[in-house]
């Protein structure tokens, strides 16, 4: 069992950053890859970015590639969702998943362990 949860999401103008930070339970993490969901209402999931346990492999949607940086730190079991240049479009709950893929992937059906999310409302 892994225990994430996420933290930093806010309000934010049109073009102003945040940095969500996904936080796990377990040592373990470290092996786990982990990605990124958001949800916004009356809009299907999206499934935004992901990267692989040891950060080889990682996964933008187009609609963030430039904008989102993902990246982790094992040392401290967590991953962190650079997001700049964030547009109202962004606005949604952010979820982070733990994955056993070895590499970033982009299907929600990969992941079997999910945190509470954190709102991100960017709006001016």
């Known amino acids: 069992q892994v225990q994430l949860v996420e933290s930093g999401g806010g309000l934010v103008q049109p073009g102003g950053s945040l940095r969500l930070s996904c936080a796990a339970s377990?040592?373990?993490?470290?092996?786990?890859?982990i990605g990124w969901v958001r949800q916004a209402p009356g809009k299907e999931r999206e499934f935004v970015s992901a990267?692989?346990?040891?950060?080889?492999?990682?996964y933008y949607a187009d609609s963030v590639k430039g904008r989102f940086t993902i990246s982790r730190d094992n040392a401290k079991n967590t991953v962190y969702l650079q997001m700049n240049s964030l547009k109202p479009e962004d606005t949604g709950v952010y979820f982070c998943?733990?994955?056993?893929?070895?590499?970033?992937?982009?299907?929600?059906?990969?992941?079997?362990?999910w945190g509470q999310g954190t709102q991100v409302t960017v709006s001016s």
């Open positions: 998943g733990a994955s056993r893929v070895i590499y970033a992937s982009s299907w929600y059906g990969h992941y079997d362990y």
């Open positions: 377990r040592r373990t993490f470290s092996s786990y890859t």
């Open positions: 990267i692989s346990w040891d950060s080889s492999s990682t």
